[in-house]
């Protein structure tokens, strides 16, 4: 089941703060989507809005073009996973799977003893004495195993341990492969989990920054290296997110699709013309003071 989500002039206010202001896009489904943004840029709000964990201050959230705030049809479509789960410390592993398998109708039982054999998780065990790692596999096994069409990980792996988080990254890309569904996966950990994302959206204080696939977003990113004087000539009309200089040799991040005429200048002028990492990217069009895009 692909479900559409239609995010209307979102704003998310606490008091006086404004956590999201009027953001608008739109997610056709059945993709990998990751979200991105500094620290307080408002990732959570925003997804607590959108998996209806709260009520939006301004503007509406649609799912399957249907107004989701405290529509059960919908809400049980939608998982949503955070570091700090909302489960009862006084459960057992066991009553938090019960209690999962109740709330979302496309849950897969054999698929979630499989995680839980894969993460070494009893399910005796009381939630209270799960370390914060074993907290976090809890939580990706509820959200792997719910299938819902809409499931989101708020940094819900950042308690696991590197390899524990590769097997994670692993499992989601298997799993969507055999049933794709829509993820939105939230983290600051872009270098390790980029690769999975299909398309990326950055908020940046509150505003959505850009929404762009992510093949394309990597391919506006250029890194021109070469002598300073030759590089400066060169980047002059290009909009420029950062530049590093090492004794006279210059290396300058643009932003922007380079015309195949720039690109044979680059090689006419001795200029080496290099790809941009994902997370370098995110770094620059989201510098405190910069100028964005
Ligand atoms: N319950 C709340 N009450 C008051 N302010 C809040 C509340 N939750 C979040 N905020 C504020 O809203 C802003 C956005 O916070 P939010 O948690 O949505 O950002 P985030 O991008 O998820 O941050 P992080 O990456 O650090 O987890 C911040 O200024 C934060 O202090």
């Known amino acids: 089941m692909t479900l559409s989500i239609d995010i209307k002039g979102v ?9 999201v202001e009027n953001v608008s896009f739109k997610l056709e489904g059945n993709k990998i989507y990751g979200l ?4 307080g840029s408002g990732k959570t709000s925003l997804l607590s809005v959108l998996a209806s964990f709260r009520q939006p201050t301004t503007g509406e959230v649609l799912i399957d073009g249907k107004i989701t705030f405290e529509n059960a049809e919908i809400m049980s479509q939608v998982c949503f996973i955070q570091e700090h789960g909302h489960m009862s410390d006084g459960y057992s592993v066991k009553d938090a799977i019960k209690l999962a398998a109740s709330c979302w109708p496309n849950w897969d039982e054999q698929y979630a003893n499989y995680l839980l054999d894969l993460y070494q998780l009893s399910q005796k065990k009381r939630i209270s004495s799960l370390s914060r790692g074993m907290k976090s596999a809890l939580g990706v096994t509820i959200g792997l195993a719910s299938r819902a069409p809409i499931t989101i990980f708020d940094e819900a792996y950042l308690g696991m341990d590197a390899p524990t988080r590769y097997a994670f990254y692993e ?10 569904r829509t993820f939105i996966l939230s983290t600051h950990l872009i270098e390790e989990v980029g690769n999975l994302f299909e398309e990326v959206l950055i908020l940046d204080n509150g ?5 762009e696939e992510s093949e394309l977003l990597r391919q506006r990113g250029v890194t021109i290296t070469g002598p300073a004087e030759r590089v400066d000539e060169y980047v002059i009309g290009l909009q420029v997110l950062g530049e590093q200089t090492l004794g006279r040799t210059k290396s300058v991040t643009v932003y922007g699709e380079l015309s195949q005429e720039r690109v044979n200048r680059a090689r006419t002028d001795g200029l080496e013309l290099g790809p941009v990492a994902l997370q370098d990217l995110f770094v620059h069009l ?8």
């Open 11 to 19: 704003g998310v206010h606490y008091g006086r703060t404004v956590a």
């Open 36 to 39: 991105l943004g500094r620290n």
């Open 171 to 180: 499992e989601v890309l298997r799993d969507y492969m055999e049933h794709p």
């Open 207 to 211: 505003r959505l920054l850009l929404q």
């Open 286 to 293: 989201t510098k405190k003071g910069g100028e964005g895009i």
